[in-house]
Every structure is written in structure tokens, then in C-alpha cells.
């Protein structure tokens, strides 16, 4: 089975509404992190947000807020009121065995497209 | 602080030749990851070291794909008499040392590899 999960198609926003990009993840540790990852078209890597497994509350980062569904295991990412610059990939990644003194890597779902328009 | 450091941005190489991919990590990290991202897909973990030991390379090809990262010096993949196949994005990540398991990795530019 996929560890992270993200199926939606392209994804079209209108400039400064909200929209949310959907993550599902499997895994059977209970010490966990999660991630999203923003790449635009210039090809690098920008993290945005995480999300410990035990945070009660979800995570936010400025219009970035995770929607962290513990027993549902879903972590969408929103962003709120969209800009031209958000259009990118995104990916949702994953991290285990967090807390246990292993630094083990990060598992990436196969990402969505986000196209802002204006 | 400066973040980490990928050379070449873009490196071709002729079918059969080697490729040498270059990272330095961020200032005081002492943990590297490298990935590799075929176009229109996410990123693959290939392996992840520490400062002279491999410590998971589960990821690798089993041939021809080699890393290390010593005690002195930038982490280098190497990969021997590449293919077609192996054009891709190879990305690099560091994370501070074991213990901060909720760091996120910190990627480099990545190295645009095309094999002709």
C-alpha cells in the first residue's frame, strides 16, 4: 500500500479564495510527522508546514493551515486566500518512527498541481 | 546561514559516462538524504548518510549508483556509465543530527541530470 496519498487531478483556484489539497497516509506507527512541500515551476523544494502526530492542534504557517484528521489519517493542506505565486506542485510527505532516536526519511506522495488564476 | 548547496544545477553526459552529483548541507547538519524525481512524479528516497556511514540506502539501484559523504567534503552520488533511464531531477536534503525527528529536511536546487 501507498504511504502517502494524493489523487486528486489539477487543481484550479481563483485568485484569493481558499482551496484545499488533499493527503492520506497509512502507517501503524503512533510517532509521526507530516509534511508539505511547495515546487514550483523553477524545480526546487520549499517546505511549507508539518504536522507532529501528537499535536492536538492543527498546524499553521501565515495562509498555510494543515487539517490534520488523525483517525481518518488525512493531513490536507489549505491555503488560504490564493495568490499567482502559489501555483506549483505540492507534496505531502511523510515521516516515521519519529521519537525514537531514528532520523528516517521522508516518503512523498506522487504531489498535486495547483494552478492560481487571476 | 546558508542552505544547501547542489552543483551542477544541470549536467549532461553522454550515454556511458559517469556522473558526479555534489551536496553540501546546511550548517551543522550532519545528516544527508538524496532523492531522485523522474518528470511529472514525486520525489524517490534513494539513500540517506551521515558523515562517513551509509546509513540507509534501500533506495539505490543496486548497480552502477554509489554515495558517500566524508568526514571532509560535500556528499557526492556517483553514478557509472549512465543511461537514458537515469535522466532525472536528483535532489539533496539535510537535517540536523539524530534526536529532532520533526525537523524537516532542507532540499537543495537539485541537479538537473540529462543523459544523451
Given at each position: 500500500a501507498q504511504k502517502i496519498t494524493q489523487t486528486q487531478p489539477g487543481m484550479f483556484v481563483q485568485e484569493k479564495e481558499a482551496v484545499t489539497l488533499d493527503c492520506t497516509y497509512d502507517t501503524s506507527d503512533q510517532s509521526y510527522g507530516l509534511f508539505w512541500y511547495k515546487q514550483p515551476s523553477s524545480g526546487e523544494m520549499i517546505f511549507l508546514i508539518y504536522q507532529g502526530s501528537y499535536d492536538e492542534q492543527n498546524a499553521t504557517e501565515g495562509r498555510y493551515s494543515l487539517n490534520f484528521q488523525k483517525a481518518r489519517k488525512s493531513a490536507n493542506l489549505v491555503i488560504s486566500a490564493s495568490q499567482l505565486g502559489d501555483s506549483a506542485m505540492y507534496f505531502c510527505a511523510m515521516r516515521e518512527g519519529v521519537g525514537t532516536g531514528a532520523n528516517s526519511k521522508l516518503t512523498f506522495g506522487k504531489g498535486i498541481t495547483l494552478s492560481v488564476r487571476p | 546561514n546558508a542552505g544547501v548547496m547542489q552543483n551542477p544545477r544541470h549536467l549532461v553526459r553522454r550515454r556511458g559516462q559517469e556522473a558526479r552529483l555534489r551536496c553540501s548541507p546546511m550548517k551543522g547538519h550532519s545528516h544527508v538524504y538524496w532523492y531522485r524525481q523522474l518528470p511529472e512524479e514525486g520525489l524517490k528516497f534513494m539513500v540517506y548518510l551521515q558523515k562517513e556511514n551509509i546509513i540507509d540506502e534501500s533506495g539505490m539501484p543496486k548497480e552502477r549508483f554509489s554515495a558517500e559523504f566524508p568526514k571532509e567534503g560535500p556528499s557526492i552520488l556517483r553514478i557509472q556509465q549512465?543511461?537514458?533511464?537515469?535522466?532525472?531531477?536528483?535532489?539533496?536534503?539535510?537535517?540536523?543530527?539524530?534526536?529532532?525527528?520533526?525537523?524537516?529536511?532542507?532540499?537543495?536546487?537539485?541537479?538537473?541530470?540529462?543523459v544523451t
Open positions: - | 549512465v543511461v537514458r533511464g537515469d535522466s532525472a531531477a536528483y535532489f539533496c536534503a539535510s537535517s540536523p543530527r539524530t534526536g529532532q525527528g520533526l525537523s524537516p529536511l532542507h532540499f537543495g536546487n537539485g541537479t538537473r541530470l540529462t
